[in-house]
């Protein structure tokens, strides 16, 4: 069973910017499309981005512009470049595949705040 885990969260001022990580246990982003989540207090988890298999991106509109994802094949990693973060953002970030089919990891905080 593949394990996820996400990292590079924290605390950042409005306008500031975190980069995340998603590392696999194995190699699934070539062959798999998947996800960043978040899920804020008191809210449901919601998608964020997505990366195809073949490296399509597409993004939710309230992060479009400002949230950059990308995958390093080698590395078994994903990244999200978060910049211009706003309070909104905060949220505990998660990564999955598109169907949310994978074992959740622990996620990492992110705090946006002043």
């Known amino acids: 069973q593949v394990r996820l885990v996400e990292s590079g969260g924290g605390l950042m001022q409005p306008g500031g910017s975190l980069r995340l990580s998603c590392t696999a246990s194995?190699?699934?982003?070539?062959?798999?499309?998947m996800a960043w989540y978040r899920q804020a207090p008191g809210k449901q988890r919601e998608l964020v981005a997505r990366?195809?298999?073949?490296?399509?991106?597409s993004y939710a509109t309230s992060v479009k512009g400002r949230f950059t994802v990308s995958r390093d094949v080698a590395k078994n990693t994903m990244y999200l470049q978060m910049n211009s973060l706003k309070s909104e953002d905060t949220a505990v970030y998660y990564c999955n595949d598109l169907l949310a089919s994978l074992p959740w990891g622990q996620g990492t905080q992110v705090t946006v705040s002043s």
């Open positions: 194995g190699s699934i982003f070539s062959s798999k499309s």
């Open positions: 990366i195809t298999g073949g490296g399509a991106t």
